[in-house]
């Protein structure tokens, strides 16, 4: 049978992150294709995964060498190239260092078959840590659980009109890893590429205002679909100084194309005027920015900061130290997911899951999917199979 999905996984480094991935796909036998499209390659890694029935014979994998993503720029073309690859009558973006959820996936990709009116649909995200010592990175690749959370998204946005969507979602990132339509995707896409924002976070809140002017977007809360690993982004800058970033870029005429492109959209697919939702999406983004600005530079954000240069060693120790309620926290997700209606299969499901992920993060699963590539990295001297950069 052709398969319904493909999944877009966009790669920039994090080799290991990658093998990781498909290794745990390849466990479950995930019946998707997955198209990868490489902005950072290495030879060898690229050899690999060319290779990929090789290594993982139970996935349909399409590997794409792109030019290197040196720029914002690069990547947005990298990005609307690939979704104009895709042959799937769905698709779903997906990162190397996270894990998909199938049994989510499966409902909502059943779900848009049986509602056209929809462009999109997921499950929750639950989000994970990993203690990999005193000291480590909580990003790293192997190690424990050390926390599950998750995004407690319970907001269906069904408004039949795209203004009305507009106004009771606001800013829904989470939905950059729904399930899409693909011609939807597509078209989001292009117009990141038209207007080539230089500033990812602006890109990212275009995307989750962009979306809602195609269709309605449905959240099944009984469900999950995405595990995504905390500490391993790699476009967060919480540091930067945004008074220089701001003299730098086009932030600000980036925001107003963002702002007039979403407005249009909206009213051409209302039939009405831009002018009635353009200051609704303006309050929207200043709301954003205010809290934004308030998080990494208001005064809670200062002292933390302080607390860091003075004792660094004791923020090491509160940022990596090993927790103990992981328990509790899954029982929680299970229990607000029964709440929810989900039945005693689907909490089974996710039981499995969050167990495969444990699995995927031990040794004895780094060893299996890295071992034979670890002459490769050892040799590699530009350090980059487990980098975050």
Not at 97 to 123: K, M, Q, S, T
Not at 135 to 159: C, E, H, M, Q
Not at 285 to 306: C, D, E, T, V
Request: charged share 25%; proline share 4%.
């Amino acid at each position: 049978m052709a398969p319904r999905l493909t999944i877009v996984m966009p790669l920039k480094g994090r080799r290991l992150f990658t093998f990781r991935f498909l290794w745990h796909a390849n466990k479950l036998r995930v019946p998707y294709r997955f198209l990868i499209a490489d902005g950072k390659v290495n030879e060898a890694a690229a050899q690999q995964l060319e290779r990929s029935r090789e290594t993982f014979p139970n996935l349909d994998i399409e590997y794409v060498r792109y030019p290197g993503d040196t720029c914002y720029r690069r990547y947005f073309a990298k990005m609307s190239d690939t979704m104009q690859r895709v042959r799937t009558p769905y698709v779903m973006q997906a990162d190397n260092d996270d894990f998909l959820g199938f049994n989510g996936i499966e409902r909502a990709l059943d779900f848009l078959d049986a509602h056209p009116d929809y462009v999109c649909a997921r499950g929750h995200q639950v989000m994970f840590s990993v203690y990999s010592g005193i000291g480590g990175s909580p990003g790293n690749i192997s190690g424990k659980v050390n926390r599950l959370y998750w995004d407690n998204d319970s907001t269906n946005i069904s408004a039949s009109s795209a203004t009305e969507r507009l106004r009771q979602s606001g800013l829904c990132h989470r939905l950059y890893y729904a399930i899409y339509r693909s011609a939807a995707l597509a078209g989001i896409w292009q117009d990141i590429v038209e207007i080539d924002f230089s500033d990812l976070m602006l890109h990212e809140d275009f995307f989750a205002l962009r979306v809602l002017t195609l269709g309605k977007a449905r959240i099944n809360t009984d469900t999950v679909s995405y595990y995504s690993q905390a500490g391993t982004g790699i476009s967060y800058q919480p540091l930067r100084d945004w008074a220089s970033h701001l003299l730098r870029s086009r932030f600000t005429s980036d925001a107003h194309a963002a702002i007039e492109r979403i407005a249009s959209a909206a009213a051409q697919a209302d039939g009405t005027s831009a002018g009635s939702i353009t200051e609704d999406i303006r309050t929207i983004l200043i709301s954003r920015y205010q809290n934004f600005l308030m998080g990494n530079y208001g005064l809670p954000a200062r002292i933390k900061r302080r607390l860091r240069e003075k004792w660094p060693q004791v923020a090491t120790y509160l940022q990596t130290r090993p927790r103990y309620s992981t328990g509790r926290e899954q029982a929680a997700i299970l229990s607000e997911l029964k709440k929810a209606g989900a039945s005693p299969e689907d909490l089974q499901c996710v039981l499995d899951e969050l167990g495969q992920v444990r699995s995927a993060l031990s040794p004895d699963a780094l060893a299996e999917y890295a071992g034979p590539l670890l002459p490769i990295a050892s040799a590699d001297a530009s350090h980059e199979w487990l980098s975050l950069a």
